[in-house]
């Protein structure tokens, strides 16, 4: 007999990480929270989840509570997936990796809550992992410790914008319920064919702005990648990328007083892409080849992503780029794989 479903909560404590000078009046507090979960368990209907040794997915909703009145409290729901490292029939080591979004009660304020530079905006983007060790102690019941960090950030869309990583430790205890006599399936001669090379097209847009009370601006981007899938899990990417910023532009015009100077960016990338089913999550490097000589940025720019194939030929995609850890946008983009 296997469990379809379990269903649990944690405990959590943790602290604010001093990921940057200008939250070090934020970074003196330990968060302490609570958190309640829903996993799915997998059997190897889809080849995917052998390849990942039989995950679990799952749906969390957490609370937090920063024990510190300029960050108030904040609420999160984030799906995720529970991929064993390690697995016996009493014990596992699991790995979790999940995105989704939050609520924080204390956001920015010019007025009421200046102090708070790290969360601008009431509602953001939170990005979660953990290492956990967990323990069966009866045939429905389990217990486990974790390590976990959750990221929050709005992505740039407004200022202040630095954004908050809580490292925590967690006590979880979790039930396995409706147990169904599911065996897993072993994929052997029918597995699928992933040696083919593939190009990705795609565009993006978004809005972003540069400093606290400042305007909006909205930008417009392109890709173009070639990659190789090698397996179920992975594929490597090579690529160009194409930006036109209208905040650039803006700020190139009152810098150099010239209306007409260039504005566009253009990068050379690498990057890798892992796969579950129709979700992948992608992680890239690039270096600008071409620039405005009064863009201030470092020239080595980061893309991480999330990409959901709605058809086999068109993708929807979520991505941050950032500078050096500092975010720059959220785009959202949609592209034609062929």
């Avoid at 050379?268 to 600008?288: I, N």
Wanted: glycine share 8%; with cysteine; hydrophobic share 40%.
């Amino acid at each position: 007999m296997r469990s379809a479903y379990t269903v649990g909560g944690s405990v959590f404590s943790g602290f604010v990480l001093k990921h940057s000078a200008s939250i070090g009046h934020l970074a003196v507090s330990h968060p302490q929270g609570f958190q309640v979960f829903i996993n799915q368990h997998t059997f190897g209907k889809k080849y995917c989840q052998q390849a990942y040794r039989y995950p679990d997915v799952g749906l969390a909703l957490a609370y937090f509570d920063y024990r510190n009145p300029v960050l108030g409290k904040s609420l999160s729901l984030a799906s995720y997936v529970d991929i064993p490292i390690r697995r016996r029939s009493r014990t596992a080591l699991m790995f979790r990796l999940g995105t989704g979004m939050a609520y924080h009660t204390h956001p920015h304020d010019a007025v009421t809550n200046n102090s708070n530079n790290a969360l601008g905006t009431p509602l953001s983007f939170t990005m979660l992992s953990s290492l956990r060790y967990q323990v069966r102690i009866s045939e429905q019941w389990w217990s486990g410790m974790a390590l976990s960090l959750t990221h929050f950030s709005n992505g740039a869309f407004s200022k202040p914008n630095a954004g908050i990583n809580i490292p925590a430790l967690d006590w979880q205890i979790a039930r396995k319920i409706k147990p169904v006599a599911v065996e897993q399936r072993v994929w052997t001669d029918d597995k699928p064919n992933y040696s083919s090379i593939f190009y990705y097209a795609a565009a993006g847009t978004g809005f972003k702005v540069l400093e606290y009370g400042g305007d909006r601006f909205a930008f417009l981007n392109f890709h173009f990648l070639g990659g190789k899938r090698f397996n179920a899990l992975s594929a490597l990417h090579l690529g160009v990328d194409a930006f036109l910023d209208y905040q650039l532009k803006d700020y190139i015009r009152q810098q150099a007083g010239d209306a007409y100077a260039g504005y566009q960016r253009i990068g050379l990338v690498v990057g890798h892409e892992l796969f579950y089913d129709r979700v992948s999550l992608l992680t890239q490097v690039g270096r600008y080849l071409f620039r405005p000589s009064h863009d201030s940025r470092p020239p080595v720019y980061q893309q991480y992503g999330l990409r959901y194939a709605c058809t086999r030929h068109l993708i929807a995609a979520m991505t941050l780029n950032a500078h050096l850890g500092q975010a720059e946008f959220v785009e959202w983009g949609i592209g034609f794989k062929f």
